[in-house]
């Protein structure tokens, strides 16, 4: 297994605290807030030690049990004030650590709606919800269980130490020299508390994608009865998270006990040097007593600085993983200054366009295309071969390597993102409905469209005669994955989805492939109209779909090869088209091509 390294350098330490620092900065009237409180808490432990020693001198040594209900009553107050303002701390503090993670996973969602279609795929969806959910749950803990003690404890740290070298400087000496220890404890652990941490972390990730993935594909393992194969494997991912996640456990426990170890021998040294202090006449009983009750006041906050810094490891794999996507910009940006092009004309031009998903692999090649307004435009050609590409190049989902396009003559990267996407109507190969009633999937792209433009769009759309027979009709809420739609139902509300917006432009890619050839004829009916006045780009695999397309342009291995109406390409003997329509309707003449035989 991959030992994972955490980087040494302290400058990621400061951008961790400068993280933390930043997501208290809208709560910082309550951190103050907490801070006083733990501060007047903290201050009164300081009568404590000489409460007790009096009692000891006054009460016990002296025999004057006449102060004894004073001595009492003192303690019982200091006490009851100090869980009076814990609790006060707890409720300012807990509220503050639940408004964090609320922040953080509200602007971890809008960075992730922004970043580009790139990033999504080289990121597994589990590694997203594992940060938006486990990170963000581990920063909490930071935040709510110590942050604000820190001022605190390291006043109290001070003060203490201060009321020590007043009282006995050689016991002082001896309760600080206990103090380093603790940070050699710390040093001791540091390394192998933040592996750990980062291994638990990336494990998190593993076991999410893992979940979300195979929750995806219960069809596939339903079918294949892989059940109990896909138990043994979930257990196993499990085995291996959990090993690091107890590991993180014991570290944590041998890190405290060891801490806890270090208070009770300083404490036990301090009772023996006192004893050194009675026996030569140089102390009080009561003094060596208080001073050992100020010696464990002391351990304390020394001890909760160091589990600070424990927590502060474990949640600083967090934090930078957290960091690692509020800090990503999308490459694919509008302008600060966009153009305006108002309703597009529809008018589309490629020019010299080039792009590859990886640096160094083109997968379109210096295609030059220009769309009149209007104008049906078919992309065919081999699968694989790039006719997707152009769609999210046009879409300005990836940004072409060479060469513009432009959209009424101005390059689509001087557009605002939303103004482009919104001239745009698309039909994906893979249609995606959400969770919502089929009237809002339909109205998706367009919020404010009225219910009659939803049932215009719907029965152009071939929607409306099914989605009237659905027993709550236009209010059926769509399950996930379109449930209980048919596939070619899901392309139909897709379709009037892209529709809906009433957009300039029409990107079709796929659009009918899962329709019967009835349903297809009338969706190709109904297109015909809904197409009229837009600019469309259809690809489509079944030819028979766009023999009529104004423009047919033929693409393989990312070029763009033939370009022509199909009389035109079909009188070219030895082109790719030719024998695309031989393949699929054996005998290219118009009047042999109700024979569709499937690519
Ligand atoms: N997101 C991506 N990352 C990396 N490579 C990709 C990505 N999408 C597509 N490709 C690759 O780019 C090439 C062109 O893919 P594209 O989806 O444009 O083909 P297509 O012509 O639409 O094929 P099909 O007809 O099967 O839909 C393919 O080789 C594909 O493997
Ligand atoms: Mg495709």
């Known amino acids: 297994m991959k030992r994972i390294e955490p980087p040494t350098e302290p400058a990621r330490h400061l951008s961790t605290s400068h993280r933390v620092l930043k997501v208290l900065a809208p709560y910082r009237e309550r951190v103050a807030l907490a801070t006083v409180l733990t501060v007047v808490a903290s201050l009164l432990t300081l009568p404590v030690p000489l409460l007790v020693q009096g009692l000891v001198d006054r009460v016990v040594t002296a025999g004057r049990w006449s102060a004894l209900p004073g001595y009492t ?26 408004g964090v993670v609320r922040d953080l996973r509200h602007q971890l969602y809008d960075r992730l709606q922004r970043l580009d279609l790139a990033y999504y795929d080289k990121t597994p969806t589990g590694a997203i919800i594992s940060r938006l959910m486990d990170d963000v749950g581990a920063l909490q803990t930071l935040v709510t269980s110590q942050t604000v003690t820190i001022l605190t404890d390291i006043g109290s740290t ?132 208080s001073t050992a009750a100020l010696a464990a006041l002391l351990f304390g906050p020394v001890a909760r600085l160091a589990d600070l810094a424990y927590v502060f490891e474990q949640a600083a794999a967090s934090v930078d993983r957290l960091g690692e996507i509020l800090d990503l910009e999308p490459d694919v940006t509008g302008p600060a200054d966009p153009a305006r092009i108002g309703k597009s004309r529809g008018l589309v031009e490629f020019d010299r366009v080039g792009f590859g998903y990886q640096a160094g692999q083109p997968v379109v090649w210096d295609v030059r295309l220009r769309v009149e307004p209007g104008m049906k435009v078919a992309l065919v050609g081999p699968t694989g071969c790039g006719k997707s590409t152009l769609v999210n190049l046009l879409m300005r989902f990836y940004d072409p390597t060479w060469g513009e396009i432009r959209l009424d003559g101005v390059p689509i990267r001087r557009l605002a993102l939303a103004d482009l996407r919104h001239q745009i109507g698309v039909v994906m190969q893979e249609p995606v409905l959400f969770h919502q009633t089929l009237a809002d999937n339909i109205r998706y792209g367009d919020p404010g469209a009225s219910d009659a433009q939803v049932e215009a769009a719907a029965r152009a759309a071939l929607v409306h005669n099914f989605a009237t027979a659905l027993p709550e009709g236009y209010a059926t809420v769509i399950g996930e994955g379109g449930h209980p739609l048919s596939q070619g139902e899901r392309q139909r509300l897709a379709i009037a989805r892209a529709f809906c917006k009433g957009p300039a432009l029409v990107v079709l890619d796929e659009a009918t492939s899962s329709l019967d050839t009835a349903s297809e004829a009338l969706i190709q009916a109904a297109l015909t109209n809904l197409l009229r006045g837009r600019t469309a780009f259809i690809i489509a695999h079944r030819l028979a779909t766009v023999v009529h397309s104004d423009l047919i342009v033929v693409v393989d291995g990312g070029l763009v090869v033939q370009r022509g109406t199909h009389a035109q390409l079909l009188a070219q003997p030895d082109g790719l088209y030719r024998r695309l329509c031989e393949r699929q309707f054996g005998d290219p003449s118009p009047s042999a091509r109700g024979r569709r035989v499937a690519v």
């Open 158 to 289: 001070l003060a203490i130490s201060a009321l020590l070298l007043t009282r006995s400087g050689r016991l002082a000496l001896v309760v600080l020299a206990f103090v380093p220890l603790y940070a050699l404890n710390f040093r001791f652990f540091l390394r192998k508390i933040r592996a750990n941490s980062a291994t638990v972390r990336a494990k998190m990730d593993v076991l999410f994608g893992h979940l979300k993935e195979k929750l995806d594909g219960t069809l596939v393992i339903k079918a294949l009865a892989r059940e109990p194969a896909e138990v043994d494997d979930f257990a196993a991912q499990l085995a291996d998270a959990h090993v690091f996640r107890v590991r993180d456990n014991e570290l944590s426990a041998a890190f405290s006990n060891l801490s806890a170890v270090i208070s009770g021998i300083g404490t036990a040294a301090v009772f023996a040097a006192g004893a050194f202090e009675v026996l030569g006449g140089r102390m009080t009983p009561g003094g060596v007593v």
């Open 73 to 98: 009553i003192g303690l019982f107050a200091v006490f009851a004030a100090q869980s009076g303002l814990a609790l006060a701390t707890t409720w300012v503090i807990g509220g503050v650590g639940q």
